[in-house]
C-alpha cells in the first residue's frame, strides 16, 4: 500500500500544484506549539495553591499559538497576541521569565531568494535578525498519517543545537549557589544532535513550515524534536482578508550570531547587577531558575 501512495506523489504534486495558479494565492495555517518542562517545588514550602497558579501560568508560557501566512514564495510566521501576559496581577508578584531572547514580531521567509528576517526587541531596542534560510537534509520516509483532512508525509532531518535544560527548580540558594549557577551559566553552551521529525501534505504543494523549517514538497503540518512539538490545528486557504507578505525592514540589521552576542552580553550584565544587589542586601529570598 505504501509503495502505491509514493508511486502516486508526481500525479498528486502536479494536481495540487495546478490548484495554485492564481497569482493571488495565500493561505494561512495555525500552529499550537507545546514544550514540557519538570518543575520541581521539592522543600520549597510553596503552598499547594500556589503552585498550582505557577504551573498554570508556566502552562500558557510554554503553550503558544502561531499563524503563518503564506504565498507560493513567500510567508510570515508571527505568534498570536494574548492580552494576558505572564508577569503576574496586582500584588501577585509575577514570575520573570529569561529564555535569551525579547519580544518577537514577524518572521518572514523566502524560499525563492532564500532570505530569513526575524524581528525581535530587547531591552527597548529593535533588531532586525537577517540570514540565509537554513538548509535542512531531509530524509522521506515511507509512513503516512492524516492530520485533520490531509494525508502527510513523514520526513526526518537531525539539526545541532544547545543542549536545554529541561527542569525548573524553586527554592532558596545562597549567594555562593546562585555565583556558581550563574558562572557555568556564562560558559559556551554545549551542543547536541537533535533528530526532527515533520509531517508535510502534498494537498498544499508549499515548500513552508513553521519556525525555521521549510523545503518540503508540501506544507509541514507537525514538526517534533527535543522537548517541543508543533502541531497544524486550521488551515484557511484563499481567506477573503488577504495579509500582505512583505520583508520587514524595521530595526537595526544583525546577524542571528551577532545578536545572540548581543543578548548573552546584556544577560550577564543582568545577573552581575542582580547579584550584586542580593549581595548588598545581605540575604537571597525564594528563587526560580530556568534555562532554556
Same mark, same amino acid.
Given at each position: 500500500?505504501k509503495?502505491?501512495v509514493?508511486?502516486?506523489?508526481?500525479?498528486l504534486?502536479l494536481f495540487? &500544484?495546478?490548484?495554485?495558479s492564481?497569482?493571488d494565492?495565500?493561505?494561512?495555517?495555525i500552529?499550537q506549539t507545546k514544550? +514540557?518542562?519538570?518543575?520541581?517545588?521539592s522543600?520549597t514550602g510553596?503552598?499547594?495553591d500556589?503552585?498550582k497558579?505557577?504551573?498554570?501560568r508556566?502552562k500558557?508560557?510554554?503553550?503558544?499559538?502561531?499563524?503563518?501566512?503564506?504565498n507560493?514564495t513567500?510567508?510570515? %510566521?508571527?505568534?498570536?497576541?494574548k492580552?494576558?501576559?505572564?508577569?503576574?496581577?496586582p500584588?501577585?508578584?509575577?514570575?520573570r521569565?529569561?529564555?535569551?531572547?525579547g519580544a518577537?514580531?514577524?518572521?518572514?521567509?523566502?524560499i525563492?531568494? /532564500?532570505?530569513s528576517k526575524k524581528e525581535?526587541e530587547?531591552?527597548?531596542?529593535?533588531?532586525?535578525?537577517?540570514?540565509?534560510?537554513?538548509?535542512?537534509d531531509?530524509?522521506?520516509?515511507?509512513d503516512? /498519517?492524516?492530520i485533520?483532512?490531509?494525508?502527510?508525509? #513523514?520526513?526526518?532531518t537531525?539539526?545541532?543545537m544547545?543542549?536545554?535544560? +529541561?527542569?525548573m527548580r524553586?527554592?532558596r540558594r545562597?549567594?555562593e549557589?546562585?555565583k556558581k549557577?550563574?558562572?557555568k551559566?556564562?560558559q559556551?553552551?554545549?551542543?547536541?544532535?537533535?533528530?526532527?521529525?515533520?509531517?508535510?501534505?502534498?494537498?498544499?504543494?508549499?515548500?513552508?513550515?513553521?519556525d525555521?523549517?521549510?523545503?518540503?514538497p508540501?506544507l509541514?503540518?507537525?514538526?517534533? %524534536?527535543?522537548?517541543?512539538n508543533?502541531?497544524c490545528?486550521k488551515?484557511?486557504?484563499?481567506?477573503k482578508?488577504?495579509?500582505?507578505i512583505?520583508?520587514? #525592514?524595521?530595526g /537595526?540589521?544583525?546577524?542571528?550570531k551577532?545578536?545572540?552576542?548581543? &543578548?548573552?552580553?546584556?544577560?550577564?550584565?543582568?545577573?552581575?547587577?542582580f547579584?550584586?544587589?542580593?549581595e548588598?542586601?545581605?540575604?537571597?529570598g525564594p528563587g526560580?531558575?530556568?534555562?532554556?
Open positions: 500500500m509503495n502505491i509514493i508511486k502516486s506523489l508526481p500525479i504534486m495540487a &500544484i495546478s490548484s495554485l492564481a497569482q494565492f495565500q493561505g494561512k495555517a500552529y514544550s +514540557t518542562m519538570d518543575m520541581d517545588f522543600g510553596i503552598p499547594a500556589r503552585i497558579m505557577i504551573k498554570e508556566m500558557g508560557f510554554l503553550e503558544k499559538t502561531f499563524v503563518l501566512t503564506f507560493k513567500a510567508s510570515i %510566521y508571527k505568534e498570536e497576541e492580552l494576558e501576559q505572564m508577569g503576574g496581577g500584588g501577585g508578584g509575577g514570575m521569565m529569561m529564555m535569551g531572547g518577537a514580531g514577524n518572521h518572514y521567509k523566502n525563492q531568494t /532564500k532570505v525581535s530587547f531591552s527597548g531596542k529593535n533588531f532586525l535578525i537577517s540570514d540565509g534560510l537554513k538548509t535542512y531531509w530524509k522521506m520516509e515511507q503516512t /498519517k492524516m485533520g483532512q490531509n494525508l502527510c508525509f #513523514k520526513a526526518t537531525v539539526i545541532e544547545a543542549v536545554k535544560n +529541561t527542569e524553586f527554592g545562597g549567594p549557589g546562585n549557577e550563574d558562572d551559566e556564562e559556551e553552551p554545549e551542543m547536541e544532535q537533535v533528530i526532527v521529525t515533520a509531517w508535510y501534505t502534498l494537498g498544499i504543494p508549499v515548500s513552508h513550515g513553521p525555521d523549517f521549510w523545503g518540503l508540501g509541514i503540518l507537525e514538526v517534533a %524534536y527535543g522537548n517541543t508543533i502541531l490545528t488551515i484557511v486557504m484563499n481567506p482578508d488577504k495579509v500582505e512583505k520583508e520587514p #525592514k524595521k /537595526k540589521i544583525v546577524s542571528q551577532e545578536y545572540d552576542k548581543i &543578548i548573552g552580553e546584556k544577560m550577564k550584565e543582568m545577573r552581575e547587577r547579584r550584586n544587589e542580593r548588598k542586601g545581605g540575604h537571597d526560580m531558575r530556568m534555562r532554556g
